[in-house]
């Protein structure tokens, strides 16, 4: 089947020395190619590990990911590796190294296998216009404010064109027009076919209705709304 | 025109030296170093071996000397000239007359000079053999206050007039050297006229040298010790090898510089957890991550080796260096200044830099193998980004 698919997920944390963490537990769902999931929950409910998972960054402790049908959660590192290069991610804390440029930061997936500099920074051009950071495209990414950075850990993830896109609060710390900017991205990768799958707490994403369907964590459990 | 292609990944690898270029910069300053004192000691030890032996190779085949209750003893000229000439296979021979003599700072090497061809002067003009009265100073030789005049003592004072200098290029063997006619060469050394200090004999045949020897010595009707070529090389050697070995002590440090250059080279990998995890997490492969990793260190250390390899060469081999008189020789006046022969120095440094960077890239490459390998989950979880 395209896209992904989880199969009774479950993702402990800390099982040794301390006490068990259960994150997620029976997580079953499927994310279709051309469709925007959006997951919420309160707080610490599992959705960053999940999209963790999803993305294959983490291994489940029981259950498996399937990406168009392949086991991935199951793959070895270096089959993994190469999964992930079809995979765009934003992370909650946006993760940029703070001493390179945002476009820099923006090209980064792409460096190893790309022929050109050139083509590169075209390319990365093209996606800091779409989310307003032309401007800042020489700033170190250390200096860059909360809903900058986040846009530019964006534009990090959908520069490659991936399959699979992975947002955590892609939203967060934006004003309205840049929020509108980040759903318009979003919508973009879905209009071609990527699985985009989105955590937010943010109602502006609820509210906008670029969710094609829309998921909730609770204790663990993922649940259709 | 069309700009050359350049693979981005050594671009990036570039952009990652400027962006952290402290570390890269010691590393750097590190392995130049190691280089320029190990090739320093290995090139000097080389150069000066290998000009020695050129050097020699141009003395006589056989040099003898007469001998006496006391040691040695001076030998007529003429009557050992003769009957050297009569043992079969030898082509040439001639007395010499050569000893030690005061000057005005230091002793000096006095040598009687009669036809043979002297190189021309420091100044490019030609040199002439000394008349009496006259003489041709070596590179180091301080005539002392009056530079038109040289005051000598042995057996005897003597006042020489200074007519010219020796070439610099002759310094490692004629830094304290004056030649002197052989009639003021014998006053000076206390020699009666008509006597010399040894014999140096050409043999046809540099190989027969050794057979000819009992032939030779049966020749003098007193008694003699006969030198060969072979032996002043191979006593050469020796006291080169000596002093090589004493300087090859100080390759311990530079041994020790190398493991800590290595060990800060797996450290340095080892603290880039975080990033090489956030690669992975973007998608580049353990491969790409360690190509990244490889050429950062490449980039780092290969004008790193240059540089240490020039510095050395140049140290060694330049033109009439003086460091190694004053430093290495104890050389109490001016110290010769060395034309050492540069043959062999390439291979020597290609050696010693693969010696020195090959441990150095082994490193970077096993550590970043092992920390590029891991899972982002392991690599990331550490540094609390999952």
């Not at chain 1, 769902?29 to 963790?52: D, E, N, P, Q």
């Amino acid at each position: 089947m395209d896209g992904l698919v989880t199969r009774h997920l479950r993702l402990v944390f800390g099982a040794t020395p301390g006490p068990a963490r259960i994150v997620l537990q029976d997580v079953s769902a499927v994310f279709s190619r051309g469709a925007l999931a959006l997951v919420t929950g309160a707080t610490g409910a599992g959705k960053s590990s999940l999209l963790h998972l999803l993305a294959g960054l983490l291994r489940p402790t029981a259950g498996e990911v399937l990406a168009d049908g392949a086991p991935v959660s199951r793959w070895g590192a270096a089959h993994r590796d190469r999964w992930r290069r079809r995979v765009g991610i934003v992370f909650q804390s946006a993760n940029l190294f703070s001493e390179l440029s945002v476009l820099e930061n923006v090209i980064l997936p792409l460096v190893p296998r790309s022929r050109s500099l050139a083509a590169l920074r075209a390319a990365g051009r093209e996606v800091l216009a779409e989310l307003a950071l032309t401007d800042l495209a020489g700033a170190q990414a250390g200096q860059l404010s909360g809903g900058e950075r986040q846009r530019t850990a964006l534009a990090r993830a959908v520069v490659g064109r991936p399959d699979f896109l992975m947002a955590d609060e892609p939203t967060a710390h934006q004003d309205p027009a840049n929020a509108a900017r980040v759903l318009q991205v979003l919508a973009a990768c879905r209009a071609r076919g990527a699985v985009v799958v989105v955590a937010a707490h943010d109602p502006r994403v609820i509210v906008a209705g670029v969710a094609d369907r829309h998921w909730r964590l609770a204790a663990g459990r993922l649940v259709a709304e | 025109m069309k700009p050359p292609h350049l693979n981005p990944l050594l671009l990036w690898a570039a952009r990652d030296v400027i962006r952290r270029p402290w570390p890269a910069l010691l590393i750097a300053s590190a392995l130049a170093l190691l280089l320029t004192v190990s090739g320093t000691v290995l090139l000097f030890s080389q150069g000066l071996s290998q000009t020695a032996r050129r050097l020699l190779a141009h003395g006589p085949d056989l040099v003898v000397r007469r001998l006496n209750a006391g040691g040695w003893a001076p030998l007529p000229a003429a009557e050992a000239v003769a009957a050297a000439r009569q043992v079969p296979g030898v082509t040439h021979a001639q007395a010499r007359v050569w000893g030690v003599a005061a000057g005005p700072a230091a002793p000096l090497m006095v040598i009687a000079w009669a036809d043979a061809a002297l190189p021309p002067a420091a100044d490019g003009k030609p040199l002439a053999a000394p008349r009496p009265g006259e003489a041709l100073l070596g590179p180091g030789v301080d005539p002392g206050p009056d530079p038109q005049r040289l005051a000598l003592t042995a057996a005897a004072a003597l006042e020489l007039r200074p007519v010219g200098r020796l070439p610099a290029e002759s310094a490692l063997l004629g830094q304290d050297v004056v030649l002197v006619h052989s009639d003021d060469a014998c006053r000076l050394l206390g020699l009666p006229p008509g006597e010399a200090v040894d014999l140096a004999v050409d043999v046809f045949h540099a190989a027969e040298a050794a057979a000819i020897q009992p032939e030779l010595a049966a020749a003098f009707s007193w008694p003699v010790r006969i030198t060969a070529r072979s032996e002043a090389v191979g006593l050469y050697s020796g006291g080169l090898a000596r002093r090589g070995g004493l300087m090859l002590i100080a390759g311990i440090p530079a041994v020790l510089a190398l493991v800590l250059v290595v060990a800060g080279a797996v450290r340095e990998a080892v603290g880039q957890r975080r990033e090489v995890g956030l690669l992975k997490a973007l998608g580049w492969t353990t491969g790409e991550v360690v190509r990244l990793q490889v050429y950062r260190a490449l980039l780092i250390a290969l004008p790193a080796a240059c540089l240490g390899m020039l510095a050395a060469y140049t140290l060694v081999f330049r033109p009439g260096v003086s460091w190694p008189g004053s430093l290495l020789f104890g050389w109490r006046t001016a110290p010769p200044r060395l034309y050492l022969d540069p043959a062999g120095a390439f291979l020597t440094l290609l050696e010693l830099g693969a010696l020195v960077v090959g441990p150095y890239l082994a490193a970077v490459l096993l550590s970043s193998l092992q920390g590029a390998a891991a899972d982002p989950q392991d690599l990331l979880k550490g540094e609390g980004l999952l």
